[in-house]
Antibody, heavy 121, light 108 residues
Framework: EVQLVESGGGSVQPGRSLRLSCAAS????????MHWVRQAPGKGLEWVSG????????GYADSVEGRFTISRDNAKNSLYLQMNSLRTEDTAFYYC??????????????WGQGTLVTVSS | DIQLTQSPSSLSASVGDRVTITCRASQTISSYLNWYQQQPGKAPKLLIYTASNLETGVPLRFTGSGSGTEFTLTISSLQPEDSASYYC??????????FGQGTKLEIK
């Protein structure tokens, strides 16, 4: 059974940093691209960042480019999101999601339960 | 950036009804359009990928169609468990992508 479990969320002041983790199991992690998608409370979905299976291709949304860094450790079946210079508008549930196919696609067939990041003074 | 506009933003329908949700793209995206269902308090779930392909395990009452700039998600016979928000997503500009604003479906 595919499982994605996010951790690392919490409350933080503007300008501070936070690192999210996503532990994957139930599939061959290094066969698939992975992504982070966020959702502000009561709002819609926003793609944040994606990373290819061997980390040679990475993409970011304009809203986080230069502040967030995505990475993965295939030996540990883990995905990460380093978030620096956090802003109040980064407040959201952050979901880790697996790509459907073997390409660097963004068709997301499995999602974690999400971790809440709250940025507030 | 490619914008996706869903209509309606919300709707209410009865069990057994046929329901259609539309997603329009600001420019052509071929068939690179996915549909997700999100029930309250849960993560999104992939229903349809590449416009018309049913994800494994999704009931056959869900169908997707369209290409270019106009797409539809149809539920042929609404069930109580279909009460949820539905989002379209374009994957034409992968890995970057955009989602529609969502459609909230309520069961009468």
């Amino acid at each position: 059974e595919v499982q994605l479990v996010e951790s690392g969320g919490g409350s933080v002041q503007p300008g501070r940093s936070l690192r999210l983790s996503c532990a994957a199991s139930g599939f061959t992690f290094d066969d698939y691209a992975m992504h982070w998608v966020r959702q502000a409370p009561g709002k819609g979905l926003e793609w944040v960042s994606g990373i290819s299976r061997n980390s040679d291709r990475i993409g970011y949304a304009d809203s986080v480019e230069g502040r967030f860094t995505i990475s993965r450790d295939n030996a540990k079946n883990s995905l990460y999101l380093q978030m620096n210079s956090l802003r109040t508008e980064d407040t959201a549930f952050y979901y880790c999601a697996k790509a459907l196919g073997f390409t660097f696609g963004v068709d997301l067939d499995y999602w974690g339960q999400g971790t809440l990041v709250t940025v507030s003074s | 950036d490619i914008q996706l506009t869903q209509s309606p933003s919300s709707l209410s329908a009865s069990v057994g009804d046929r329901v259609t949700i539309t997603c329009r793209a600001s420019q052509t995206i071929s068939s690179y359009l996915n549909w997700y269902q999100q029930q309250p308090g849960k993560a999104p779930k992939l229903l349809i990928y590449t416009a018309s392909n049913l994800e494994t395990g999704v009931p056959l009452r869900f169908t997707g169609s369209g290409s270019g700039t106009e797409f539809t998600l149809t539920i042929s016979s609404l069930q109580p468990e279909d009460s949820a928000s539905y989002y379209c997503q374009q994957s034409y500009t992968t890995p970057r992508c955009t989602f529609g604003q969502g459609t909230k479906l309520e069961i009468k």
